[in-house]
């Protein structure tokens, strides 16, 4: 009888008829840039961020190293960065440049401040490019990273070419015509 007794209580204990509490979901997109001297010496470079809940905004890139980290409060979203260069006007076309553009992308999901998905990307570019070739390089040309994320916490791939960036699809045209 006892015996009874005893695994009617531990079952009774281990009942859970709590319900669990929704999941709190966040990302953390951190993008970083290493452009040569050349690049920042020979470019008006400007970021355009595309910020998880759906904002963007411009920054002048005057640094070779650069970084944004990103952060969302609610799934699904997508973030990146997006560089476009204008070329400048001092540009020797005798000398040959150093155009070297480095850069990464890291995402984490995140469920109750816990992993959920990870993913890390990154790329590289280094040209030797001659001065008179280089307005032609930068005209219609951008560097740019961008990842989202579902609704149930997995990364996934954003296509940087159509993602806008708040330019409303213009980016190309624009950087053509600041020449």
Not at 56 to 64: C, L, M, N, S
Not at 119 to 130: A, C, G, L, T, V
């Amino acid at each position: 009888m006892m015996a009874i007794a005893c695994t009617g209580f531990t079952s009774c204990g281990d009942d859970n008829d709590e319900p669990e509490a929704p999941a709190t979901w966040s990302s953390e997109y951190i993008i970083t840039f290493e452009l040569s001297d050349d690049v920042i010496n020979t470019a008006d470079i400007t970021a355009h961020i595309a910020n998880p809940d759906g904002t963007f905004r411009e920054e002048k890139v005057t640094k070779t190293k650069s970084s944004w980290k990103l952060t969302g409060s609610k799934l699904p979203d997508k973030a990146g960065v997006l560089l476009t260069f204008v070329p400048k006007k001092n540009i020797d076309e005798n000398k040959t440049y150093d155009i070297e553009i480095d850069g990464g992308i890291t995402v984490t999901s995140l469920r109750n401040k816990e992993v959920a998905d990870y993913k890390s990307y990154s790329n590289n570019s280094d040209i030797p490019i001659k001065g008179d070739k280089l307005p032609q390089y930068y005209v219609g040309k951008g560097a740019g990273f961008a990842y989202g994320i579902s609704e149930n916490g997995k990364i996934i791939n954003v296509d940087v070419d159509s993602f806008d960036f708040g330019l409303n699809g213009l980016w190309e045209w624009v950087a053509g015509w600041l020449k």
